[in-house]
């Protein structure tokens, strides 16, 4: 990473001793030199084998060593001041900077040597900036929150609402008294608190900072066109490569970022830039919205791409992005808030003329005796899920009555855990759907296409094993009508960029049950199918380029197999970790591989297991399974275990072979396989 700030007028010249006894001195000094360093105590530690010289444009004969031109630090502090960030490190050569804030003050400067190209940041409990479009709804009061005007009635809000100014948004029960507190002015929700019957405090943000009424866009908003010529990859593994050579392919510089386990990504080594943002743990690193926006600051990025999983759907992040005046590579902060919330993406499927699954739009109340209305309206069974839920997790099939409210209250706990929220909703469970998806991809000046669909029913405990596209015996009559809804639903809420609309199939009939506001994992086979490059056209929605293909022009050729190979026990299923000592992967016509590894990568226990995903494509189904049979069959992996002996029975399984088999196969599959 090179930072040219040379047109800073920051001087500092300080003599560093050296080390006592193997550990860093310390020397407190003040300089007068700059208002900045003026204001601030400065400690500088070395941990280099000989002496520092730190200066510019002046140097210390008697003391020999590196020079490190510090006028970059003016602007690290200005930064950091600017900024809610208390603590900022960043590398260059063999020296690291960090800048720490206490409660008066930008008072303590570090200097110690490290590994090259490192920036972190430690958020602090504000968020990053000010953001004048937004505002946080306090408590004026000391009391108990109640979001209902009455125990098993409706919330007088719900996220992703449009409110009034004056309309009543919750009360507060302070001294027997209620107090209705009423919106300051008209906005969405795009927060919103998870307390209900708890007790809040004078002056803070109800709930934490997360009821946030925003402004709804003006329609000209989305039609902006934003060029930018580097795009920084919020993300790891085989979807940083992927979006890197996207990313490529359009003439755009790359900033990659890593965390410490991540170092020796080979995609670093090919970005433009590439950054260690923190530690292992992905909370400090790829979840740290600050390091994130500091990373593009001090390398001149003009987007961030999230790529999928960690903040690629949180509205929050891509609104402190934009507030940065950078441009997030996917929907805006209001779309994601809007499909986010389970209830409100239905409601507004609903009003596109969307079928979805048998259930109210609304959460559930806390009464048990409402609850027990519900489900028996519904009939049983029904599943129990978390309206800000995802990923498999926060969900749960009840079967019968006398099971419903332990089933309730374990939910309920897991939300609340899992995404800081414990609202719930309920639909009916089906028995034998498939799993059947739908890619959109809109652009800035409301046009929007549906590129075919998916099927992903081949799931273990809600994760997606195997997917294909076009999903197999599925009329085009049927699906149709389903796709321009989707569309339609699409430039009512001016969604930008790609998603995917999910959907249970049973009996010839479509359900809607979520939308995934970003890429998806299984986005290749569409590519394979359509022949669209789906993460170009992302990048390209965001720089406001107008779609270049309209309904017409998409078409479904052939078929694409799409397995994910993961590192884990292929019996146990338990993350396998450690170095591959060799790899051979499948080559060949319509045979891809999207992945990071290589001979000597170490897969880290920090993440998700999966390291590639094999593609293929073939003029038909049956061909295709074929080729995927090869690929897996050339597909080794050393060093570590995989799912590729797995992936290789399931392909040779007759029922998989009619493309019939619904979301429930294959963990009865694998049942009848564990008996002896």
């Not at 603590?87 to 206490?102: D, G, Q």
């Not at 209902?148 to 409706?154: D, I, M, S, V, Y």
């Not at 319509?590 to 226990?605: C, E, F, N």
Request: one cysteine or more; charged letters at 20%; aromatic letters at 6%.
């Amino acid at each position: 990473m090179t930072l040219d700030l040379s047109n800073s007028s920051f001087r500092l010249v300080h003599r560093l001793a050296p080390e006592h006894n193997g550990q860093p001195k310390a020397h407190p000094i003040k300089t007068s030199s700059d208002p900045i360093a003026e204001a601030s105590m400065l400690r500088i530690t070395s941990l280099a084998p000989n002496p520092i010289n730190f200066g510019m444009g002046r140097h210390d004969p008697e003391m020999p060593g590196t020079l490190m031109d510090l006028s970059k630090i003016k602007t690290l502090i200005d930064f950091v001041g600017q900024s809610k960030i208390t603590e900022l490190s960043v590398t260059e050569k063999n020296v690291t900077v960090r800048i720490f804030r206490n409660a008066t003050s930008l008072s303590t400067l570090a200097m110690t040597a490290a590994a090259p190209g490192t920036v972190s940041a430690v958020p602090a409990a504000a968020a990053l900036g000010n953001r004048p479009s937004t505002f946080s709804v306090k408590a004026p009061v000391l009391g108990v929150l109640h979001r209902t005007p009455a125990p098993g009635e409706a919330p007088f809000v719900r996220l992703g609402d449009e409110v009034e100014e004056g309309q009543t948004l919750f009360v507060i029960e302070a001294m027997k008294v209620f107090n209705s507190i009423s919106a300051q002015r008209s906005g969405r929700i795009v927060f919103l608190t998870d307390i209900d019957g708890g007790e809040v405090e004078t002056g803070r943000p109800s709930g934490g900072d997360r009821l946030m009424p925003i402004p709804v866009p003006a329609p000209e908003t989305f039609a902006t066109k934003r060029l930018f010529d580097s795009v920084l990859i919020a993300n790891r593994g085989e979807i940083a490569a992927r979006i890197q050579a996207a990313c490529r392919a359009l003439d755009l510089k790359t900033v990659c970022v890593c965390s410490e386990a991540d170092r020796d990504a080979a995609y670093g080594k090919t970005a433009d830039s590439f950054l260690c943002i923190g530690p292992s743990s992905a909370t400090k690193s790829y979840l740290n919205r600050d390091a994130l926006l500091l990373a593009a600051r001090l390398t001149g990025a003009g987007a961030i791409h999230p790529g999928y999983g960690f903040l690629s759907e949180n509205a929050a992040f891509a609104e402190a992005v934009e507030k940065a005046g950078l441009v997030f590579i996917g929907p805006d902060a209001r779309s994601i808030a809007i499909m986010g919330d389970k209830i409100s993406a239905k409601r507004a499927m609903l009003a596109a003329g969307v079928p979805c699954v048998p259930g109210p739009d609304t959460a559930l109340p806390d009464d048990p005796s409402v609850i027990e209305k519900i489900a028996n309206e519904i009939g049983y069974p029904v599943i129990i899920k978390a309206t800000a839920g995802g990923g498999g997790r926060g969900m749960r099939v009840v079967a019968q009555a006398d099971q419903l409210h332990d089933a309730i209250a374990l939910t309920r706990e897991e939300a609340r855990q899992a995404f800081g929220s414990a609202e719930l909703y309920m639909e009916k469970f089906l028995r034998h759907p498939r799993h059947i998806e739908i890619q959109v991809l809109c652009d800035s000046h409301g046009n929007a296409v549906w590129l075919g669909h998916r099927d992903c029913s081949m799931q273990r405990r809600h994760q997606k094993v195997v997917e294909e596209a076009p999903a197999p015996g599925v009329a085009e009559a049927i699906i149709a009508p389903v796709g321009e809804a989707c569309v339609k639903a699409c430039q009512q809420i001016g969604y930008r960029g790609v998603g995917t609309f999910e959907f249970l199939y049973e009996d010839g009939a479509f359900y809607f049950i979520e939308m995934n506001t970003r890429l998806q994992v299984e986005h290749p086979v569409t590519e394979m199918t359509s022949g669209v490059d789906i993460v170009q056209e992302q990048i390209r929605a965001a720089q406001g380029v107008p779609l270049a293909i309209t309904q017409p022009d998409v078409t479904c050729n052939g078929h694409s197999f799409e397995c994910r190979i993961n590192a884990e026990d292929p019996e146990s299923f338990l993350s396998s970790a450690g170095v591959i000592t060799d790899l051979s992967l499948p080559q060949g016509e319509g045979i891809r591989v999207d992945t990071h590894i290589q001979a000597g990568y170490k897969v880290s226990p920090y993440y998700d297991s999966l390291i590639a995903k094999v593609i293929v494509h073939a003029p038909t189904r049956a061909q295709a399974m074929e080729k995927m049979r090869q690929a897996l069959g050339n597909t080794r992996i050393d060093g570590i275990s995989t799912n590729i002996g797995f992936l290789q029975t399931l392909f040779e399984d007759e029922a998989f072979a009619t493309g019939e088999t619904d979301i429930h196969y294959l963990e009865q599959w694998l049942k009848l396989r564990s008996k002896p």
